[in-house]
């Protein structure tokens, strides 16, 4: 193990759920000798990378954020996607969320919440199995097709009853997010929420992220949400430059009648629409 990949290691030790530790908690959750994590920490303290309490308490620094904050999939994705995020939470007052993937792993990078919305276990910064969320679901969709076998393969935690963990099913699953543009996951991860999701395509057309709103089981219907995500997911698009023949399968998407049993989809529209 190289000193990079220990002093990663020690920055890794800090989660959500231990946000402020002592040098002994960052010993033990990395399993570094005590002498070599105090060393690590001493660097990362001169640095700014980390910041110590009088107490001796240790939590991320402001420089560390400084540093995260210029990734291009955090705040530069997050600064594009904002406006429409804003206004399709302005339309709901229910949880919106942009995620990115990482890995087999989806990474929360915004989300915005009412004070009567659904309670949801995703925060900002995050990560999520891809294969249960609705976010998740439309970034597997898009993914690589190995990174797809690699997601398949892997055992799906069975969040509640309702939760899809046969691979047939989410094969199933992943092949009607491409075909409508939209992934809906039913009370999967909690029993009294759906979130409905669309994906985010960049600049050369790739799907770089995914647009989520997550409603209330009791009050959800999908089919009548999926064209607002689809629309703010479309917005995003445009502002992060996607090329306009994405637009134009996106546009199809929402103008076309949905239709069960449906198993492939009509040419795009030669023009784009005016």
Do not use: K
Request: net charge positive; hydrophobic share 45%; proline share 8%.
């Amino acid at each position: 193990m190289t000193l990079t990949s220990r002093t990663f290691e020690v920055l890794a030790a800090f989660t959500p759920g231990r946000r402020s530790q002592r040098l002994a908690d960052l010993a033990a959750a990395t399993g570094l000798p005590l002498t070599t994590t105090h060393r690590i920490v001493g660097d990362l303290l001169r640095c700014g990378a980390l910041e110590r309490d009088p107490d001796g308490t240790l939590h991320v620094g402001l420089r560390l954020w400084e540093i995260g904050s210029l990734a291009p999939r955090g705040n530069a994705l997050r600064d594009a996607a904002l406006p429409f995020l804003e206004d399709l939470y302005v339309a709901t007052r229910e949880n919106v969320q942009l995620a990115v993937r990482e890995g087999l792993e989806s990474v929360f990078v915004e989300r915005l919440t009412g004070r009567d919305a659904v309670t949801v276990m995703t925060r900002v910064g995050t990560r999520f199995p891809l294969a249960s969320t609705g976010v998740g679901r439309a970034l597997l969709a898009h993914a690589p097709t190995h990174v797809q076998e690699a997601a398949l393969a892997l055992p799906v935690r069975r969040w509640t009853p309702h939760t899809v963990t046969d691979p047939a099913r989410l094969r199933a699953a992943l092949a009607e997010v491409r075909r409508t543009g939209v992934a809906v996951s039913d009370r999967e991860v909690t029993p009294d929420a759906v979130s409905v999701a669309a994906p985010v395509r960049g600049p050369d057309g790739d799907v770089v992220a995914a647009v989520s709103l997550v409603v209330h089981s009791a009050a959800a219907a999908p089919v009548a949400l999926g064209p607002a995500v689809r629309a703010a997911a479309l917005g995003i698009s445009r502002a992060l430059g996607a090329p306009p023949s994405a637009v134009r399968n996106q546009l199809w998407r929402d103008a076309a009648p949905t239709t069960e049993g449906a198993a492939h989809e009509p040419p795009a529209p030669t023009a784009p629409p005016r």
